[in-house]
């Protein structure tokens, strides 16, 4: 299957929804 750019592509995605939704947790909790 020649889909090794969504493989690639997927971790990327979800390190940043990561840390988005960390930057958005501090932001809440720091508040």
Do not use: H, K, Q, W
């Amino acid at each position: 299957m020649p889909n090794m750019g969504g493989l690639d592509f997927s971790p990327l995605i979800l390190i940043l929804a990561v840390e988005v939704l960390a930057r958005i947790l501090i932001s809440i909790l720091t508040y």
